[in-house]
């Protein structure tokens, strides 16, 4: 079993950063694939970036690439989505999660965390 919770949401304007934390909890989190998800008002959830077990594969949607960076810290079972340059089209509810065999589009992880707010300010 894996938990997750994650932090760091909030309001800010557009073109600023946040940096969005997924603590878990298990002994098995380094054997895991990491990944967030966001799902805004009235759309579909959708993937947002994925970072393999040992960081060395990292994925983007292309609507996040070149702004958000995905990393972890296997030492502190801690996953981060770092996003810059935000735009008011990054509103969502950014949801961590994790797969021992696959996070990306279309997948169905294993475990969810609740979810963090991210609201941006146009």
């Known amino acids: 079993q894996v938990q997750l919770v994650e932090s760091g949401g909030g309001l800010v304007q557009a073109g600023d950063s946040l940096r969005l934390s997924c603590v878990a909890s298990g002994r098995t989190f380094s054997r895991h694939i990491m990944g967030w998800f966001r799902q805004a008002p009235g759309k579909e959830r959708e993937f947002v970036a994925s970072?393999?077990?040992?960081?060395?594969?990292?994925y983007y949607a292309d609507s996040v690439k070149g702004r958000f960076t995905i990393s972890r810290d296997n030492a502190k079972n801690t996953v981060y989505l770092q996003m810059n340059s935000l735009k008011a089209e990054d509103t969502a509810i950014y949801y961590c999660a994790a797969d021992p065999n696959r996070v990306g589009v279309g997948s169905n992880p294993d475990y969810w965390g609740q979810g963090t707010q991210v609201t941006v300010s146009s």
């Open positions: 970072i393999s077990w040992n960081g060395g594969y990292r």
